[in-house]
């Protein structure tokens, strides 16, 4: 293994292009979001068939029973999709520093115990994608409701939530494939690059590249170029956060959000 003195100069980059690193990652959070997308609407689709089903066959329909069906597919779908995400922004990572000739197991071979890391972070969601779950259910339960107090028959119920449902199905989709790939992929990169400081022992600098297009919030484009040491917070909208989907800046600048966070030695140049 190299001397960490050798590991320290490679991991420094000189003059950084803050828009084009971001485009970079962008490229690889839109194609993970993409593939989410499909997944979360297919399994949105299957939830509303199979309680339609049930619902005509049986006339009945219980949003709790709905919600816990939900979870036994919709909660290990999301775990897999954050190690996928995991996984893919610590090799996207892992190969600009060995692009600059670098150890071969520099940080995620050796020093980031995957598995525990994406299981503290699937813990920090849970309550989140639970409330999911039960929001969706209750979604058919109104539904329903109002078809009965249209008074319509059972299968014109079932055609009414089967048409209304997987609209907002496919659109409730889109916003959480959209949220939790881009949170997840900003909460790697953090997690990546606070292990390349604490085993080099290097001082690092974050910075706020925010996307710049017309679906941009105000507060993060004011906050585009803000830069701060990897240990503060960014102010982005009156509110504290480490990194782009942190929590603690809440669901007005989480939600949606597709800002990019650039980590340099103190020494490298953003321009």
């Known amino acids: 293994m190299k001397p960490l003195a050798n590991s320290f100069n490679n991991f420094r980059q000189g003059r950084i292009?803050?828009?084009?690193?971001?485009?970079?990652?962008?490229v690889l959070r839109n194609n993970l979001e993409k593939r989410f997308f499909r997944q979360l609407t297919s399994?949105?689709?299957?939830?509303?068939?199979?309680?339609?089903y049930l619902y005509k066959e049986f006339g009945q329909y219980e949003?709790?029973?709905?919600e816990q069906r939900l979870n036994e597919e919709f909660m290990p779908l999301m775990l897999a999709h954050y190690k996928r995400t995991f996984k893919a922004m610590?090799?996207?990572?892992?190969?600009?520093?060995?692009?600059?000739?670098a150890d071969d197991t520099f940080v995620f071979g050796r020093s980031i115990d995957f598995e525990n890391i994406v299981s503290q972070y699937f813990a920090t969601r849970e309550l989140i994608l639970t409330g999911i779950s039960s929001r969706l259910a209750l979604r058919i339960s109104n539904l329903i409701e109002q078809g009965r107090l249209d008074d319509l028959t059972l299968p014109q119920i079932a055609k009414l939530v089967s048409e209304k449902f997987k609209a907002i199905g496919r659109s409730r989709a889109a916003?959480?494939?959209?949220?939790?790939?881009?949170?997840?992929?900003?909460?790697?990169?953090?997690?990546?690059?606070?292990t390349v400081q604490q085993?080099?022992?290097?001082?690092?600098?974050?910075?706020?590249?925010?996307?710049?297009?017309?679906?941009?919030?105000?507060?993060?484009?004011?906050?585009n170029g803000q830069t701060v040491d990897m240990d503060e917070d960014f102010i982005v909208g009156g509110m504290p956060m480490s990194f782009a989907g942190d929590s603690k800046g809440g669901a007005k600048n989480v939600v949606n959000c597709r800002c990019v966070i650039i980590y340099v030695d103190e020494q490298d140049i953003i321009e």
Do not use: C
């Open 17 to 26: 292009n803050s828009r084009a690193e971001a485009r970079k990652q962008l």
């Open 90 to 101: 610590y090799n996207f990572d892992e190969d600009r520093v060995q692009s600059r000739k």
């Open 199 to 223: 085993d080099l022992g290097m001082k690092m600098l974050k910075q706020w590249v925010a996307t710049g297009d017309a679906r941009t919030r105000p507060a993060h484009s004011t906050a």
């Open 43 to 52: 399994l949105f689709n299957k939830f509303v068939n199979t309680n339609l």
């Open 175 to 194: 916003v959480i494939a959209r949220t939790e790939t881009h949170n997840a992929a900003s909460f790697a990169n953090h997690s990546y690059h606070q």
């Open 63 to 66: 949003p709790s029973v709905a």
